[in-house]
């Protein structure tokens, strides 16, 4: 039996960009109270960062005022970070960065600290993709937005809905792998691997790799970081 809490005000979001810059969505599940609010929208040319960004400035407008602590989970670093510390040196230098440059999406942050003056928030920064129920969801109107397919979204009370959203565990297994699998594509490549009607190449670089691979259906690729761990995809591969 699910358990609602009538205090509880918590907003789940997400934003997505294929191709970041390329098109692209956000979603947002919104929980205040006993009522849940669905929004979103998608965009044909925009980042990952905007996207994010303009999720939770989004839903944040929809929360009246006096309505007491919110708590926003967004596995966006980006987002986190610049409202409680970005956003503050910026002001102070008329909006611009260290370097003297404009500030990237300075109407959406100018929006989102207005709106913070009416809004208390409790930022949690959750890993994405791991299964907690509400991110899951933003992502999935977001992305589905921006695919520009038909999203049906909920408005009503929390016992029509029909997800678990009080619920925010998530997978720590998951979160250990998606960490690892990051730091292994932030490390430099040894080489990349190719197989294509049967032959195997080594490249060394992504630009020749991926002109061999582009269009053809049925091959692998894999990049390594190491001459050993080259031996081995080869073998893998064979």
Aim: with cysteine; proline share 2%; glycine share 10%.
């Amino acid at each position: 039996m699910i358990v609602y809490l009538n205090n509880m005000n918590r907003i789940f979001t997400d934003g997505a960009a294929k191709g970041n810059p390329g098109p692209g969505g956000w979603g947002a599940v919104i929980l205040l109270s006993d009522t849940v609010l669905e929004i979103g929208e998608g965009k044909g040319l925009t980042t990952n960062n905007e996207m994010e960004l303009r999720a939770v400035v989004e839903a944040l407008k929809k929360v009246p005022a006096h309505t007491g602590v919110v708590e926003v989970y967004t596995d966006s670093k980006y987002v986190v970070e610049g409202a409680k510390g970005w956003t503050f040196g910026w002001m102070k230098n008329g909006w611009k960065t260290k370097t003297g440059s404009d500030v990237s999406h300075k109407e959406l942050w100018q929006e989102l600290v207005e709106t913070l003056k009416k809004v208390t928030v409790e930022w949690h920064k959750v890993p994405g993709h791991v299964g907690i129920i509400g991110n899951e969801r933003a992502d999935t109107i977001a992305s589905d937005l921006g695919e520009k397919k038909v999203v049906e979204l909920y408005s009503g009370p929390r016992a029509g809905y029909k997800y678990e959203i009080e619920n925010v565990q998530y997978d720590k297994q998951k979160e250990l792998d998606r960490s690892a699998a990051r730091k292994r594509s932030a490390q430099k490549a040894h080489s990349y691997i190719s197989k294509v009607d049967g032959v195997i190449q080594t490249h060394q670089t992504w630009a020749e790799c991926e002109a061999r691979v582009k269009g053809q259906k049925g091959v692998r690729f894999k990049k390594s970081v190491s001459a050993a761990e080259e031996k081995t995809i080869i073998a893998d591969f064979t």
